[in-house]
Structures are given as C-alpha cells and as structure tokens.
C-alpha cells in the first residue's frame, strides 16, 4: 500500500528590508534557485504575515523555518532549534522581533490540532538589524549556504530528497517579489545622505533586545520548568 | 505643568502617579503610551509616542516608481495589499494612467477581501481577549453555551452542548499542559472582565472557528494577485489575465472555475461575519455596554478618505462606496470635503516630534515633506539619555509627526468612517448602525467609544462582505459583455513619461485613511511619502498643543489595577494599531512592576 508523502513546508520569516532581519527571506530564496523538489514540498516567503501563516503550517508535517534569532551568541553563528525546543523557547524569552507572533501561530495550528510532526528552526544570530534599506551582512550572507545544507541534511533524514538544478534559476524566478531580488535591491539603494537608515536605539537600549547571556543554560531552565509542571 | 486644557477640548493634569506602557517590538515602528492616573485611578493625562524612525519611504528615492508597491507592501505584515494598492494608485495619478473596468472590480474585490481578513482577525485574534477571559471559559456550562448560542447566533449551525463540551475540554487540555499559547500573559483575573462564563466560551470557540474560516479569506487575494502571501500589483492595472476558457494550469489566467471558487469564497463570508461575527459583538457588548470609555476624538474630529470606487479612474467621493469627508467639532450636521493635493488641508507639525522644520510654527504639505531628525529630550525628561522612564512631554517626545487636517487633530478608522457615514446619511452605514444601537439598547452617543470602534470594525466587514459579491457580479457582467481587458500597459515604458511629475494615492486601510504622495523626476522617485493611519492616530500633540486620537481616547478612563491595565490595551488595541508589542509596566518610581504582553 502506498502512503500519501508527508506535507513538506520550507518557510522564510522576517523583514526583508531591516539588514539581517531578511535573512529567512533570502535563503528560501536561495535554495529555490538551486534545488528542485518533489510536489509535496513548498517554499514559502512568509515574510512578517503572522497569523496569516497559521492555514501554511496547519497543513505541513513536516515544517523548517529560516530566520534571524537572538541568541546571545555571537554575530553570525547559525543555531539549529529542533521539534518540541522551538515553541517552548520562543514563547519565553524575546528572540526575535517578530517571533513571538511567529510563535503565537505554532500555538494556534496546535489548538487546532494540526501541529507539524517535524519541526526545525533555523535561526542566525544577527550582525545588524538597524539597517533600514540596507542588506544582509556578509557574516549573515555566509551562513545562506550553510543554513540550506542543514535543511537539505533534516529532509534526507525525512526520506525527502531534493534535486539539484543543473544550472541555478535567474535570481527573479524568486519565490519572492522580482521587485525586492537582493541584487537590485542593495544595488539601488538611496546614498546614505538622501535616506536615514538607522533606528532609534536610545529610548529603546535597556536590554530588552539581548538574548539570554548563557543560551544552554536558558534552554535547559525552560526545559525543565516545564518538565516541573507537566 | 500640573493643569492645562488644550484647544481641542481636554482637561490635561500630569500631577498623579504615572503608568509606562511600553510596546517593544518593531515590526511597524514601536509605540509606547505614558498616562498619569489620579487618586481614583483615573486617567488625566495620556502621552503616545512612536520610540523609532520609521523610514519607510527614504529607501524609495531613485529607484523605479513601477516597484515601489513591491517595497511598500513589506512595511508591515498586516496591510501588505493596501500599501501596494495606495502605490500603484499614487504612480497612475502622477503618469495619468487609467485603468481598465475589470482591473477596478478586481482590485475592490482584493482590498474588501483584506478589509474583512484583518477585520475579523483582529477582533478574533488579537482584540477579543480585551473583552473574553479564556481561563473563565474553563468554568462554563457547555449546555449554557448552547442556549446563548441558540439565543446570539440561531443561524449558526455549530451549537450543540456536545460541540462547546468539546472545545472546551480542548481548551482545558491546552491550559493544564502549562503553555497557553496566545493566552498567556493575559491579566486573566483582573475585574475588568465582564463576561459570564458561557459567554467567555462561545467567545474563545468562535476564536477557533474563525482561526480556520480565515484562511478561505486568503484565497481570494491568491488567485487574484497570482501567488501566495504576497500577491502581485501592477501599476495599470492588475497582473492577471482573464481566460474563461483556459485551463488550471500553474500560473494559467483567471477562468470560470477559479471565479466560482471565489463566488464561494464571498458567500461563505457573508454567512461567517451575519452568523457570527456580528452575534458576537452584539453578545459581547450587551455585557460591555456599561463601559463606554475611549470615545476621544470620534465625537468630535475624524477623517476618512473614502474607497471602493464604483466605476474605475474617478476618485471623487460620489463615486466612493466608503465614505470621504472630514468633521470638526463635533459638528456632525457639517461633512467638510477632503482634497490631498491642497496644501493647506493636510500637514504634517513636528513641534513635539523629532525633527526639525525650518519654521516649526508651520505645518508642511507631504509633498513638501522634510525629513531631517532632531532627536533632543525636554528638561523634564526621568531617566537617562540611554533608558528613558519617563517623558517629557511639553518638549519633543516622539519620532511621530502630527499630521493634522486643517489644524486639527482627527481620529481615521472604521469608527471615522462609519461616523462621517452616518453624518451624511448613508443609507447602509445608518440602517447598520442604528439597528445595532437598537439591538443594545444604547443611545448613538455610544457609538462614541471604544466599543463603538470595536462594532464599527464588524459592520464595516459585514458590509465589505456585500460589496465584493457587488463587485465580483460587475466583473462578470463585464467579462460576459466581451471585455477581458486588465491592464493598460500604455505608459509602461518610462520613455513615454514626462521629466517630472507628483501624484497621490489613497485608500482606506482595515486600519484607517492611507496615503502616498510620489514625486517622480527623470523616471525615478524624487520623493516619496505615506501617512499611515497609526501616525493619524498615535500622533503626539501640535504646535497648539492638541492632543491626538490613542491620547485622547485614554483621557478620563479608570483604570481598576494601575499596574495591569487592561484597560489602555483595550482602548489603544480598539484602533487596530499597526504595531505588535510587548509591554512593560512601571510603576512612579520607574520600578517595573508587570511585563505583560499588548496583542
């Protein structure tokens, strides 16, 4: 008897246009160019859209998302979060600027009683985030290929085999808007004089936007606390 | 300053402890509210300001004003098509392009889909736990349920005891597994919840319900705008083809079973907001029609734009479905036409924002918008450089301008809208409020209020609902009478376009009055500028000290715990803000007391 190949979904988060925050966007992007798969396998650039993600991850078994995460760690280190970690870890602490929605809509897909079987995130410590306009940093900008190597490495584990293309894609035939591809949109950007490009640290710089100092150690706190309740 | 009244009408005293609420992530800019309670926990001051530069439009400048929706629209995640759409309408304006009649329909039917989609997950999603306690639903008599079900919503066929049984032991299972999910951080045993338990679960099931219906929403703007989660914009028109007879071939032109798909899609709509969402706030207010706090400016100053134009290309506000029009104090007997090309109406004042003008007596028109910040703290400012525990007020306090119609301070969203509608007797827009007001028992000054904004949003979706199956009946009549046509790509090629131009474009976003103005010099952008309906409303004060429409919305509430106040979320998430935060609450000595979650 044949069985119906599990429900794939490989989805960006973020704001393309805040530095590093596009990171999740660009390297969805950049693993469609390269790779092929199989029909039972999406890519999706689910940019800051929230809620409106919630029907995607309902229907995914399996479910890798790419983003910028705060860690604490230092600029550029790639960090992979798996299954039942994600949701707990992102529900506790502030990681990112839009995770805690992100992790509002694993919680809503759960009530509804569609949680993916299998979850990865893959997150990237940022460089820069106020950079409004601006592009990923080249530390962020290594880790595109890596990252896509981990996901390729979880969907193998999975019996999910991609297909490397012959020659890449055009860099428009994105999954995203032809209108924001990375070349043109750092090579058009407006010289620093005519457009202010940072954000307003002052009113904001109290520590609320570091990550945990000792990550592991967080993580293992969180972990059992909610081994303590359960 | 202890005590002072500012022209637009309110009592200001900054003498008793103060409140922090301070929003922090920034996926639309941060928004961070101060109010000063008095001994009775009464609000008597209310100061919002917007902590971070929003660059929203600089990174336009030079580059093609044909893209300038595809960055627009990755502002924020929640308006993404009504950006794209003021984008392209601002570009046609400034090049004079018009757009074919189906191009129109379609883009109506597009911006009423998001009007409804934003709409009902707001209330659902992210307003309704103001109003609904989860944790008390727990206590609910499932058979209970059933009844005011049966008595709310009879039309809604999901109403067993069986059924609320289901979901609420669902829901106890969530609880007990210690993750509430989005309910956490709720202040869960505050009094300011009203609701009995029964209605706390109807509530908190119809939360799932509407959770699954949403996504039906979605699939309109897809098969529309050609993709998933950011659909496709062209300036002309729309980028889909029409081709009755093709086939379903990926990327194949819209045909005869992707219309009767969304044909479904409206219909099903139209039953999901008459059968519950309208029930719902009917049954929720009937608990809450006590609480008529945050009415601010609705009373008195508000502005809609107007959209939803009937046949394409004509923008004037007898064409508009939505209502266009500005009142002033208070004066609901006067509906004042609105013009975003005259210099004189709307201007944006930055004497309390960061910035500098050369003259900051003077207001300047977004076409002759400046830009240049001037980030200085007033002498009465608590805190340090770094981290600021309290504002100062009288001086510079937020990265917001205060854009202002006429001088005055005015409050835009579905409650503007529905008020500027009513004023002028819109036959829909009265018959839909004046049987609400019926049903609750009220008089039309609660329209005047947070629950009235919150009621506003429902109707308007209700109507929105009625106005696609409008619009996607015009399509077809259209396609039947021979005309395929969906884009005028005429003056497509920059090569045709004069040396130098400037255009606007509006809409109404789900949250209120949305514009862009483009200069385009030698076929780029010159200069770009939106202001969006959270700067309307979260604006700080003007040179004349009035106060905007979050601040004046908070004024003279009672607050029942200073340090979980429910009640400023309540009344600030009324709005529909475009920000998603986390809150910090402090205390007069800068301790903080709670970290609660705004949603």
């Known amino acids: ?196 490009r940072s954000g307003d640290a002052r009113l904001l710089a109290d520590g609320r936007w570091h990550g945990p100092a000792d990550y592991e150690a967080e993580v293992e706190r969180i972990l059992s606390d909610v081994a303590e309740r359960s | 300053m202890t005590a002072i009244q500012t022209p637009n009408g309110f009592n200001l005293d900054n003498s008793g402890q103060r409140v922090v609420v301070d929003p922090v992530t920034r996926i639309e800019g941060h928004m961070r509210c101060e109010v000063n309670v008095d001994a009775e926990n009464i609000i008597r001051n209310a100061v919002s300001t917007g902590t971070m530069w929003r660059g929203l439009e600089v990174i ?75 944790v008390n639903a727990l206590k609910a008599d499932p058979k209970a349920t059933s009844e005011l079900q049966m008595q709310t919503g009879p039309r809604h ?174 004066n609901l007997q006067e509906v004042h036409p609105v013009d975003l090309r005259d210099p004189e109406q709307v201007q944006e004042f930055v004497p309390h924002s960061w910035y500098s003008y050369p003259d900051e007596s003077k207001g300047l028109h977004p076409w002759d918008g400046i830009t240049e910040p001037n980030y200085k703290l007033g002498p009465n400012t608590i805190g340090t450089s770094t981290n600021i525990q309290q504002l100062d007020e009288s001086a510079k306090y937020s990265w917001i301008k205060a854009p202002r119609w006429r001088g005055h301070a005015m409050e835009v969203g579905p409650l503007a809208r529905y008020v500027v509608g009513y004023a002028q007797g819109h036959a829909e827009i009265k018959e839909q409020v004046d049987s609400t007001l019926q049903a609750l028992n009220v008089p039309l000054s609660a329209l005047f209020s947070t629950l009235g904004r919150t009621a506003a949003r429902a109707l308007e979706a209700q109507w929105a609902a009625r106005k696609q199956k409008y619009f996607f009946q015009k399509l077809i009549a259209n396609i039947k009478a021979g005309d395929s046509s969906t884009a005028n790509t005429e003056k497509f090629d920059p090569s045709t376009w004069p040396k130098e131009v400037k255009g606007v474009g509006f809409t109404e976003a789900p949250r209120g009055a949305l514009a862009h103005w483009v200069r385009i010099k030698n076929t780029k952008i010159d200069n770009y500028q939106c202001v969006v309906p959270t700067t309307w409303n979260g604006s700080p004060r003007d040179n004349n000290g009035n106060i905007g429409a979050f601040e004046a919305s908070l004024m003279n509430t009672k607050v029942e715990r200073a340090e979980e106040p429910v009640e400023i979320l309540r009344t600030i998430h009324s709005f529909d803000p475009c920000l998603a935060c986390s809150t910090h609450v402090m205390g007069p000595d800068g301790e903080e007391l709670a970290n609660v979650k705004v949603r």
């Open chain 1, 1 to 196: 008897m044949m069985t119906a190949p599990p429900s794939v979904l490989i989805m960006g988060i973020g704001n393309l246009l805040w530095a590093d925050e596009g990171f999740g966007v660009r390297a969805v992007e950049e693993l469609h160019r390269h790779y092929a798969f199989p029909e039972n396998v999406r890519l999706v650039d689910g940019g800051t859209q929230g809620i409106y993600l919630v029907q995607h991850i309902r229907e995914a078994d399996i479910l890798i998302v790419f983003d910028a995460v705060d860690y604490g760690l230092p600029s550029g280190t790639l960090k992979l979060v798996e299954g039942a970690e994600v949701p707990k870890f992102l529900g506790v602490k502030k990681v990112s600027l839009h995770q805690t929605g992100f992790q509002e809509v694993l919680a809503m897909a759960e009530m509804l009683g569609d949680y993916p079987r299998h979850l990865l995130l893959i997150g990237v410590q940022p460089v820069e985030l106020d950079d409004y306009g601006g592009s990923l940093r080249p530390q962020v900008k290594a880790q595109i290929l890596p990252a896509i190597a981990a996901a390729l490495s979880f969907l193998k584990e999975h019996g999910v085999n991609a297909h490397r293309r012959t020659a890449p894609l055009r860099e428009d035939a994105t999954i995203s808007t032809p209108e924001t591809i990375m070349s043109e949109y750092e090579t058009g950007r407006p010289p620093e004089t005519d457009a202010l």
């Open chain 2, 60 to 134: 336009l400048k030079g580059r093609d004003p044909r893209d300038a929706w595809a960055f627009v629209q990755r502002i924020c995640g929640v308006c993404t098509g009504t950006h794209a759409l003021t984008s392209v309408r601002a570009v046609e304006d400034a090049l004079n392009i018009q757009i074919p009649e189906n191009a129109n329909s379609i883009r109506n039917i597009m911006q009423l889909s998001l009007q409804i989609h934003d709409h009902l997950v707001h209330f659902y999603h992210l307003h309704a736990l103001d109003w609904v306690n989860p």
């Open chain 2, 157 to 330: 066929p999901k109403s067993s005891p069986g059924y609320f049984r289901d979901v609420q032991n669902r829901l106890k299972k969530f609880v007990e597994s210690g993750q509430l999910g989005p309910f956490k951080n709720g202040y869960w045993t505050n009094p300011a919840y009203l609701l009995p338990p029964e209605a706390d679960l109807m509530a908190v099931t119809h939360y799932l319900e509407a959770l699954d219906f949403q996504k039906e929403i979605m699939t309109t703007r897809t098969i529309f705008g050609g993709k998933d989660t950011h659909p496709n914009w062209l300036v002309g028109g729309v980028p889909c083809a029409i081709n009755m007879d093709g086939d379903l071939a990926a990327g194949a032109p819209i045909n005869m079973e992707r219309l009767n798909y969304v044909a479904g899609v409206i219909d099903r709509t139209i039953d999901f907001v008459d059968n519950v969402y309208i029930p719902d706030i009917i049954a929720i207010g009937s608990f809450y029609k006590g609480w008529l706090y945050g009415g601010g400016l609705s009373g008195k100053s508000v502005l809609a734009y107007g959209d939803i134009p009937d046949r394409a290309n004509d923008y004037s506000p007898g064409n508009l479905m939505m209502p266009s029009g500005a009142i002033i104090n208070g």
